[in-house]
């Protein structure tokens, strides 16, 4: 996995970004928060983290988060970014009753994402790629959940007008994804799950990856009127 890069790296590519229209902030390791002022949109990383833990960086996050979404800032969180962000707004965070989702999932939408900015124009149903043994387990007050899959009954949600979470990796590759299969090999067998089914059974999820791309033109639309 370290050939291809990190969290930072995969979302700028699958989001059309050039290397100076980003700024990278790794709260954990000590980067400050940037004043969320200038930015046409903030994108939220996976982490390995668990924001049950309520580490310091990370709860200072989720405050800096709820600020920026309610200040109407487009925001979209990715996998620990999507349960951050529900945590943010009143939402509850926890494991998955269902237990550890990985591999390519099929995220059916539900009847409200056909009006919704970033996914109405995908299909009721597509592929993704997810890796998560927490989830979403009550999204925020006012909040549309827009997507399930068969382990998970929040795996996009909306706030408002422009704060959007999603449980699955939008900006995964299939080889990104065997990547992690086959780093999570131990626990997967100790969790009764086969590696090398999961890893055979990765596909493409172009369709997933559309959304970054989806929210970088929405965000900067908002920010030009």
């Known amino acids: 996995m ?3 890069g990190r969290f930072p790296h995969w979302v700028r590519v699958a989001a059309g970004l050039q290397a100076d229209e ?22 939220v990383t996976g982490s390995g983290a668990m924001v049950t833990d309520r580490a310091e960086w990370s ?12 200040a109407g800032l ?14 943010a707004l009143g939402g509850e965070v926890g494991d998955n009753p269902a237990g550890r989702e990985m591999g390519t999932v099929t995220i059916r939408l539900n009847p409200q994402a056909s009006q919704d ?3 109405s124009r995908l299909p009721d149903t597509f592929a993704a790629q997810a890796t998560h043994l927490q989830t979403v387990r009550r999204a925020p007050e006012g909040a549309t959940v827009l997507a399930d899959s068969a382990q998970d009954d929040c795996h996009a949600f909306r706030w408002g007008n422009s704060a959007w979470g999603v449980q699955f990796h939008p900006e995964f590759a ?9 780093a999570r090999r131990d626990a997967l067998r100790g969790e009764g799950l086969c590696p090398r089914t999961l890893a055979k059974n990765v596909t493409a999820a172009p369709q997933a990856r559309t959304l970054l791309r989806r929210f970088t033109r929405h965000a900067r639309q908002l920010q030009r009127r």
């Open 22 to 43: 980003a700024i990278v902030a790794n709260v954990e390791q000590g980067d400050p928060l940037p004043e969320p002022v200038g930015f046409a949109g903030v994108i």
């Open 2 to 4: 370290r050939r291809y």
């Open 174 to 182: 299939a080889h990104h994804m065997r990547g992690y299969v086959h």
């Open 117 to 119: 900015p970033l996914f």
């Open 74 to 87: 487009p925001v979209l969180g990715i996998c620990y970014g999507h349960q951050l962000l529900a945590h």
């Open 59 to 70: 709860e200072r996050s989720a405050q800096w988060l709820g600020t920026a979404a309610h």
